[in-house]
Every structure is written in C-alpha cells, then in structure tokens.
C-alpha cells in the first residue's frame, strides 16, 4: 500500500541554520512519483519538486537539494541558510502511475513537517 | 488571472444550506482535483476529475457534489453540511493525473454552523 512517512513533526531552528527534512514512502509499483510542496501561512501550497523512480540523481535548487535513495526509500529535503521566509510547513508526497481499484491519480501526501525559522 | 483560482476564499454556513465552492484554473491543464484539509490530518484527496471525467470519488459523503463542466472549471456543492466538515477546501489541476506536479489555489476556508 501507498504511505508517506514524515517523522517531524515539527523543527524549529536559528536562521542561517541548515535544517533537513525527513520523507520516507512505501510502495508497491516500480514507477511511482515522489513530491515536496511549501504551505506558507497564507494557506496556499506551492510545488517544489518532482522526482521520477528513475531518477535518482540528487537535485539542487538555490539554497534548496533534495536527496532520493530508493535503498531507503527516502526523499529528504535540506533548506541550506535557513531564512525565516522558509518558515512554513512541508509536505512529501508519492503517486503511483498505474490503475488498480481506483488509485489513479491518488497522490498520497505525508503529515507535514512544521518549520519555523527564529532571527 | 494566472494560477489556480477559488472563490470564496471564506465561508461560514449553516448546516441547512446550500453553496458551492468555485475552482478555475489558466494552465491550460487537463486534470482537477479537489482536496479538504482539516486540522491535525493530513490533506485528504476528495474528487478527480480528468478531462471532465470523474475518475476518483474516496468514499466522500453525498453531501458534498463535484462538478466539472469544462477542463478549467471545477465546482464543489455542498447542502445539509456537518460541523466537522469545516476544513480549509484546496483546488488543483495538473497537465495529466498522477504523474505531473499539481498546482493548487489558495483554498476556500469553510466554517460550518
């Protein structure tokens, strides 16, 4: 069965700190979709990254990276200087491509992981 | 108007009544999707709608009645309402199910009475 895994359930750091964040997924598919998205304060949840199963190597974005291990079946997060505008809270989330019963277009978000970053 | 976008951003009902919540999207996207987002569990996948078609319905109650009409608009009535469904409501749309990023509106924030 499909799961996502966010074991923080929420982080609190300095600025300038480098804070990561934890994402474990469970699947039973070969390819799968893996996802991180930023809800802000103001409610609205903002992509950050798509992965593909194939693709493993590690991708960095500004301050931002993102490291895929399908041996662990984790896909974390690191915010590189934390800034306090990263203050938010973090989903990982998986889809599968396949049909079965129902689950197309299923995408199964973790808990979320509250950030908050003190001046 | 660029994005995903809802309207109303906030709504207080009664149990008795009858509104609906409007989603549209300027992507040029195929693929809708309606969320409910409560407090203390994690965003919860509603309705799916790919070019116009419902492809997933997760067990929501009858009293909430998605509608599609076109690929950029999606519609969600809500009638005899509970106060537990009061949740922040999110929008999204992606090129294709599953396998794209979704971009979401800002969300409709429903109080229920």
């Known amino acids: 069965a499909q799961k996502v895994t966010q074991a923080q359930t929420e982080i609190s750091v300095v600025e300038k700190e480098d804070v990561t964040l934890d994402c474990v997924y469970e699947?039973?598919?070969?390819?799968?979709?893996l996802f991180w998205y930023k809800q802000p304060p103001s409610g609205e949840l903002v992509f950050l990254i798509r992965?593909?199963?194939?693709?493993?190597q590690n991708e960095i974005s500004g301050r931002y990276s993102w490291n895929f291990q399908k041996s662990t079946s984790s896909f974390n997060f690191t915010i590189t200087a934390s800034q306090v505008v990263d203050s938010a809270v973090y989903f990982c989330a998986l889809s599968e491509e396949r049909w079965a019963g129902g689950s197309q277009g299923n995408l199964i978000f973790g808990k979320g992981t509250k950030l908050s970053v003190k001046p | 108007e660029t994005g995903v976008t809802q309207t109303p951003r906030h709504l207080v009902m009664g149990m008795t009544n009858k509104k609906s919540l409007k989603c549209e999207q300027h992507l040029g996207h195929n693929a809708m999707y309606w969320y409910k987002q409560s407090a203390k569990k994690p965003l919860e996948l509603m309705f799916v709608?790919?070019?116009?078609?419902?492809?997933e319905n997760n067990s929501v109650p009858s009293r909430f009645s998605p509608e599609c009409p076109n690929s950029s608009h999606l519609f969600l009535h809500l009638h005899t309402l509970q106060p537990e469904d009061s949740a922040l409501y999110l929008c999204?749309?992606?090129?294709?199910?599953?396998?794209?990023?979704?971009?979401f509106g800002p969300g409709t924030r429903l109080t229920v009475t």
């Open positions: 999204a749309s992606s090129q294709e199910v599953a396998v794209d990023e979704q971009y």
């Open positions: 699947t039973r598919d070969t390819t799968y979709y």
């Open positions: 709608y790919s070019l116009e078609e419902r492809v």
């Open positions: 992965r593909n199963s194939f693709d493993e």
